[in-house]
């Protein structure tokens, strides 16, 4: 059975506070690339077995697989499938193919009831976008991002989505502090019933996690305010805690000329444009 994996992006991230365990509060607005996604072929087999068998990426297949995350379920659930992954969400990005990944896979156990819905309070230490990511679909976390509290409606609308030709440590943006924390938003009015609205709602925020990321690549910033003067742009940032970098339009045709023009000026960056959901 082949399972696909969308690529998340987090078109806003806001850090409100620090738990006594060092964990960071967040609140994010989760959202999902179309077009952008893994394939996940996975099969019954009388042993565990995951292998990257295909990938744009070289460092997709230097992970070994006990270190990968689907490796890393399906064994602490005891289960065994074969496993073959085609990676296209690039990896370091702030994308969340791990993440992604994990989350199609146990929307599959659960809906073929390999495991119960109940299983799944156990497998938030592997990852606290896990549970986000089996929806596939727009939502607001709170907690550590892995309290969902809401199911926006977003109107249709397009990302160019960026990937420069490096990647950043999760790990080591987190470790760098923020200079400050932001309000909660948690009661804002999920259903954007127009784009009009949605674009007022998100030009004033922000990512938190963008100032340790310009700490260890100031040439973010650039990509950021290139993407922002692209015709038709209406919001650009970066994406979680990776070098992955996005810009917002309302039709695909705005984004697949953007596209062109931000090539011809970074041709060394890869560029997906994708609907969001």
Known sequence: MKLIATAKLNLLLHITGKYENGYHALESLFAFCEDLFDEIDIEPSYKLSVEVVKSDFPEA???????????????????????????????????GGGSCDAGALLRFLVEHSYIKESDLKNVGKFGADII???????????????????????????????????????????KKSVSSFKESISNQDWSFDSIEYFKSFIQDKKNSLLEPILYFHPEIKEVIECLALLNGCFYSNASGSGSACFALFETRAQADEARLEFMSLYPGYKAYTTGIR
Do not use: H, W
């Open 61 to 95: 297949y230097e992970i070994k697989q006990e270190y990968n995350l689907l490796y890393k379920l399906l064994n602490f659930l005891d289960l065994k499938f074969d496993v073959k992954l085609t990676k296209k969400i690039p990896i370091g990005a702030g994308l």
């Open 132 to 174: 986000p990511c089996m929806q596939q679909k727009a939502c607001f976390g709170t907690g550590i991002g892995d309290e969902i509290i809401a199911y926006p409606t977003l109107p249709r609308i397009y990302a160019l989505v960026i990937k420069p030709d490096f990647n950043i440590s999760t790990i080591d943006i987190y």
